[in-house]
């Protein structure tokens, strides 16, 4: 069985680190999910998750958490590298994992061209 944890590396992790993206003021959304991004001078992409209350009870906030890192995990080749992303899932919709994934691989992309940061 191979390791199917998302790395430290991979992760934002400080408050500074989620300032700075939401500084930054480059977000796209959908009907599921928005999405802020910023370059973060490293080679790969990391991801930070923000989840609140509006979103729904305990179980559902950590069904969207998983969906998120598991889209995320899975298809980080497609995912544009150098930016620090978050993502935040809009309040009424419901994870499956097809919609986020679609959802994720767009924004990523449409941001990652303004801000002209288009490698994988």
Not at 44 to 52: D, F, P
Not at 56 to 73: D, H, L, M, Y
Request: proline share 6%; net charge positive.
């Amino acid at each position: 069985m191979t390791d199917q944890h998302l790395p430290a590396e991979r992760r934002l992790r400080h408050s500074s680190d989620f300032a700075r993206v939401y500084r930054q003021r480059c977000a796209a959304g959908d009907a599921h999910l928005l999405i802020y991004g910023a370059k973060n001078g490293h080679p790969h992409a990391r991801i930070g998750l923000s989840v609140s209350r509006k979103v729904g009870p305990s179980v559902c906030r950590n069904r969207w958490k998983r969906a998120i890192r598991e889209a995320f995990r899975t298809h980080l080749p497609e995912i544009p590298g150098g930016v620090d992303w978050i993502v935040i899932p809009r309040q009424r919709a419901i994870p499956q994992q097809a919609s986020v994934v679609k959802s994720l691989l767009e924004l990523t992309s449409s941001i990652a061209v303004r801000l002209g940061s288009g490698d994988s």
